[in-house]
């Protein structure tokens, strides 16, 4: 079975602060992804990795950046944390294949 | 702009009928196509797929099925439980046709609520 933990299930953060999420996954799989979920927004991608020290931006990387030092962890960083940076964050893996798989999620909260 | 869409955001069907979520897509590059649950505070978790070669991919009650040319799948749900009220999302890649390193992009989800 694939697992994909992610440090924290609940954080609360102050506006200013910078914020540290992070993913980890013991599948051995090339690529991560990092997405948040807004009520009626869906699943929007924030940046991606195929490799190590690699990085993509998603959709929405504004405010938002990664690190892939090892290719077990994926971390995002909020900069500047902003309330509307308030939001569930999913971190993701995935092979070869088409499938991704997700963590538990982090719910954010940024006062 | 989308590329995946989800347009109904809820439904809300009796235990034991049939569910039928849809999703359509705009991207003719699309050849994967999966389902997605959700259930609140927790991580979206894979429930089936289907490739484009196919048109119907089944597991158990979970049927999944695609109409290229409209460019449209549906999941159907037969019998419907408690146990499957959430959210279900929809999700494409082109992953065969040098899509961005598995990316899939996801519909917005809809609310699926079983009631007894």
């Known amino acids: 079975d694939v697992k994909v933990t992610q440090s924290s299930r609940y954080l609360v953060k102050r506006t200013g602060e910078k914020v540290f999420l992070e993913c980890v996954q013991d599948?051995?799989?090339?690529?991560m992804f990092w997405y948040r979920q807004d009520p009626g927004l869906g699943l929007r991608l924030i940046y991606f990795?195929?490799?190590?020290?690699?990085?993509e931006k998603g959709d929405i990387p504004e405010g938002y950046s990664v690190s892939r030092e090892k290719k077990e962890r994926f971390s995002l960083i909020l900069e500047s944390a902003s309330t509307n940076q308030t939001s569930m964050y999913l971190c993701?893996?995935?092979?070869?294949?088409?499938?991704?798989?997700f963590g538990p999620g982090t719910r954010l909260l940024v006062l | 702009d989308q590329q995946v869409k989800q347009n109904s955001p809820s439904l809300s069907v009796q235990e034991g009928r049939i569910s039928i979520l849809n999703c359509d897509y705009t991207?003719?590059?699309?050849?994967?196509f999966l389902w997605y649950k959700k259930y609140p505070a927790e991580g979206p978790t894979f429930l089936i797929s289907i490739s484009s070669i196919k048109d119907k991919n089944e597991d158990g009650r979970f049927t999944v099925f695609l109409n290229k040319s409209a460019k449209h799948l549906s999941l159907h749900i037969v019998p419907s439980q408690p146990g499957d009220s959430a959210v279900y999302f929809c999700a494409a890649s082109a992953f065969n046709r040098g899509s961005t390193l598995g990316r899939l992009y996801f519909g917005r989800g809809t609310q699926l609520t079983v009631w007894p």
């Open positions: 991207n003719s590059m699309f050849d994967y």
């Open positions: 599948m051995d799989h090339e690529n």
């Open positions: 993701a893996t995935g092979g070869q294949g088409e499938t991704q798989y």
């Open positions: 990795s195929y490799d190590v020290k690699m990085k």
